[in-house]
T-cell receptor, first 114, second 114 residues
Framework: AQSVTQLGSHVSVSEGALVLLRCNYS??????LFWYVQYPNQGLQLLLK??????LVKGINDFEAEFKKSETSFHLTKPSAHMSDAAEYFC????????????FGKGTKLSVKP | DAGVTQSPTHLIKTRGQQVTLRCSPK?????VSWYQQALGQGPQFIFQ???????QRGNFPDRFSGHQFPNYSSELNVNALLLGDSALYLC?????????????FGSGTRLTVV
């Protein structure tokens, strides 16, 4: 069975500050891991994905995440927050080889203060 | 290159009615998955279609059914609507040759049951 836990339903940072959104996963098989962003009244946009290549994954808009097997974590970071980063962020896991069955966390809402 | 297209964007139905939602996958994609996202929650996997057959199913009752057509487009049908079915319904498409990490999401259909 697979699951995802996102620590903190709401994170608030100042513009220019470091963004850190936490995700821990549980999987009985080697996982694929994803971070998605959702702006109000919109669908999901893929930020980055881990698929067993490099453990440090770089995504769009300067986001990156590091896969740490020993900690079963896949935290999302960005060095400097922009106002446009305010959105809901979802971490998701799927089993390798699984086609379409993503298990999502409950999401973390990121607020950016000027 | 069109992404995933969903219709309608918004829908209001009465309890007990039936509803059909539609999804056209991204060009080149051959699988379609459906997700339900209740307010304030992460998306939950409903089912996935490939080669016009349901391949995987999440923990949803039989009131939720689907179909995939030869052109890879898909429909989600929900019978005997309940107030709790109110949610954003997301369609995601992928390519079976992409080894499970090429999902693209549509913007969703917002269903309100009154």
């Amino acid at each position: 069975a697979q699951s995802v836990t996102q620590l903190g339903s709401h994170v608030s940072v100042s513009e220019g500050a470091l963004v850190l959104l936490r995700c821990n996963y549980s999987s009985s098989v080697p996982p694929y891991l994803f971070w998605y962003v959702q702006y109000p009244n919109q669908g999901l946009q893929l930020l980055l994905k881990y698929t067993s290549a490099a453990t440090l994954v770089k995504g769009i808009n300067d986001f990156e995440a590091e896969f740490k097997k020993s900690e079963t974590s896949f935290h999302l970071t960005k060095p400097s927050a922009h106002m446009s980063d305010a959105a809901e962020y979802f971490c998701a896991v799927s089993a390798r080889g699984s086609q379409g069955n993503l298990i999502f966390g409950k999401g973390t809402k990121l607020s950016v203060k000027p | 290159d069109a992404g995933v297209t969903q219709s309608p964007t918004h829908l209001i139905k009465t309890r007990g009615q039936q509803v059909t939602l539609r999804c056209s996958p991204k060009s080149g994609h051959d699988t379609v998955s459906w997700y339900q996202q209740a307010l304030g929650q992460g998306p939950q996997f409903i089912f996935q279609y490939y080669e016009e057959e349901e391949r995987q199913r999440g923990n949803f009752p039989d009131r939720f059914s689907g179909h995939q057509f030869p052109n890879y487009s898909s429909e989600l049908n929900v019978n005997a609507l309940l107030l709790g079915d109110s949610a954003l319904y997301l369609c995601a498409s992928g390519f079976t040759g992409g080894r499970g990490y090429g999902y693209t999401f549509g913007s969703g259909t917002r269903l309100t049951v009154v």
